[in-house]
């Protein structure tokens, strides 16, 4: 499997195009991007940051056209697994956690997972590690956020 693989996440798009979610609020949304934002490419921008290691925009509700939920899953030591959030800081820079699908807790535990039947089991690993990916993306109307 690639070193890179995508994550299960909350996406909005803007003028025809997709971003992950950052944060948001009631009245707008921040949203990550993938270089230094500029007011031509979000002319619609309340606050930008440019910071490398945390670049966003936050944008008003009334301009995201649509939100998606993609949800990416796979398997890991052969047991069925979600692909959850990118570590993006310090030494574990580039894993990814993932959470495990299926329904027998010894399953889960044989595979090296940690965790509990309230909890959930997971565990970081690097993303080559993860076989069989499959990304699925709903489009969802936008309605209120």
Do not use: C
Not at 39 to 47: H, L, Q, V
Not at 56 to 61: D, F, M, N, T, Y
Not at 86 to 97: A, D, E, N, Q, S
Not at 101 to 117: I, S, V, Y
């Amino acid at each position: 499997m690639s070193s890179t693989i995508p994550v299960s996440e909350t996406q909005f798009e803007y003028r025809g195009k997709r971003y992950s979610r950052h944060s948001g609020g009631d009245e707008d949304v921040r949203l990550l991007t993938d270089d230094a934002p500029t007011r031509e490419a979000f002319p619609d921008a309340i606050e930008m940051n440019d910071d490398p290691q945390d670049q966003w925009v936050e944008l008003p509700w009334r301009v995201i056209s649509a939100r998606y939920t993609q949800e990416v899953t796979g398997t890991w030591h052969g047991v069925p697994v979600t692909v959850g959030e990118r570590i993006k800081r310090g030494l574990r820079r580039g894993m990814v956690r993932v959470w495990y699908a299926g329904t027998t807790p010894d399953e889960a535990l044989a595979a090296g997972l940690d965790g509990n039947q309230n909890d959930g089991w997971s565990t970081l690993v690097q993303p080559s590690e993860v076989d069989d990916v499959h990304v699925e993306s709903t489009r969802h109307a936008m309605g209120s956020p």
